[in-house]
């Protein structure tokens, strides 16, 4: 094993991994029908935008790409309607609010099931409801009631179609890699202790009961970036020649995506469940980020995706090294950026195409025709991690009332935040608005940044590298 691999390795062992053309199974338990599917990936359609085209556009987009699926966040009943008048196979979710009071009253599981299913189906060809999004990812005492809710749930969800005569949409949940205790070794897989016997033995015994898909969120991009000058990026996007083989399995590994995966299938295996299928339900890279966000940029988005595809399109299917030759039902996110996700910069970029339905990078979701060269997409110059000062400050064309508010809030919370702008001081003049907010974030982003601040405030902020500070006036900074 080379150096950078195993700094990879040394990385990846301490990892608690990070927490978003369809080879899809349309839910039947018949295996031939499950693999007259398994030609396109799906896209996950999420809508926390405002500028976002209608749900009757983005569905005629995601027609455009040649995508088989589409995933929503929800069971919107404007874009159920609208998918009625397509092919595409859908999947959609039960709100993680609804989990408990779901969980509890059979009624309520019948409700949801008339509202959102039989409203719509089988004109929309729904295949999968999903239950909650990620709920193990959070734990405070609500969330634990959530957790111990969720199974029953399911079962109940499953009752209420099954007495409906409907048997050929399968119910899952997706959860985060963050469910593992540890994933470095593949082999040395496990979920956390605190969920392993409570809440993933009843979910492993569900899935299994049901022919369903344990479903997955990950992103190689996360571990990844943790440490991008050691871990080799061409391992993350699918073009390493390195190799890593799993001391206690002598699996062969040629990149991050399937040891991520098989850390999973091994967890399931240690809890008796070796043969639960896996299901990707969500996966990508992201096409831009915050300026500390390293490696986000177009052309490692578009690698990724572009190799995810031609890997989940293979065929015969490729597997992972624990389960060669197995289809893997994969939903690529996202379908747009979504411009009022809240988070880090990389969280509103991770989207295919722009609001106004052009592509980002050209991308075939069927697999069919030759991957693009890259030559065509800008040359990345985010690749190593930024060195120097970064400010924080107020967008163009904000809204002036909003931007007070902003301004209230950071100067609001340390007296030491907006000392230099009270008038006579240093940074008073000029007396505009645009000038005191964008130096109230920059002081609060320096301030607690360490306490997971980012220069968001709303969509109102964005980073620089120039100074915007003058000869009177020192804009506080963060060093990277």
Known sequence: MSSPMASFALFFFTLIVLSSSCRYAIGSPNNKTFLSLASRIGINYGRFGNNLPSPYQSINLIKSINAGHVKLYDADPETLMVLSQTNL???????????????????????????????????????????????????????????????????????????RGIHNIKVGTPLA??????????????????????????????????????????????????????NPLD????????????PQTGLVYTNLLDQMLDSVIFAMTKLGYPNVRLAISETGWPNSGDIDETGANILNAATYNRNLIKKMTANPPLGTPARPGSPI?????SLFNENQKPGSGTERHWGILNPDGTQIYEIDFSGTRPVPSPGSLPKPSNNVPFKGNVWCVAVEGASEAELQQA??????????????????????????????????????????????????????????????????????????
């Open 235 to 246: 391992f993350a996007l699918f073009q390493s020649n390195s190799t890593y083989t799993d």
């Open 177 to 230: 890699m963050d469910v593992l205790r540890t994933s470095f070794p593949p082999s040395s897989g496990a979920f956390r202790e605190e969920v392993a016997a409570p809440v993933m033995l009843p979910l492993l015994k569900f899935l299994n009961g049901t022919n369903s898909f344990f479903f997955l969120d990950v992103y190689p991009y996360f571990p990844w970036s943790t440490d991008p000058v050691n």
């Open 329 to 333: 039902p994969t939903f690529l996110f």
């Open 89 to 163: 196979y859908v999947t959609i979710m039960v709100p993680n609010n609804h989990i408990i009071p779901i969980g509890a009253d059979q009624a309520a599981a019948d409700n949801w099931v008339n509202t959102n299913v039989l409203a719509h189906y089988p004109q929309t060809k729904i295949r999968f409801v999903l239950v909650g999004n990620e709920i193990l990812s959070n734990n405070s005492d609500q969330d634990k009631q959530t957790w111990s809710s969720l199974v029953p749930a399911m079962r109940k969800i499953v009752t209420s179609l099954r007495a």
């Open 407 to 480: 301004l209230n809030f950071a100067c609001g919370q340390s007296n030491a935040t907006c000392a230099a702008l009270a008038p006579g001081r240093e940074c008073y003049a000029p007396v505009s608005l645009t000038w005191h907010a964008s130096y109230a974030f920059s002081s609060y982003w320096a301030q607690f940044r360490n306490q997971s601040s980012r220069c968001y405030f709303n969509g109102l902020a964005r980073e620089t590298t120039t100074n915007p500070g003058n000869e009177h006036c020192t804009f506080p900074s963060v060093t990277l």
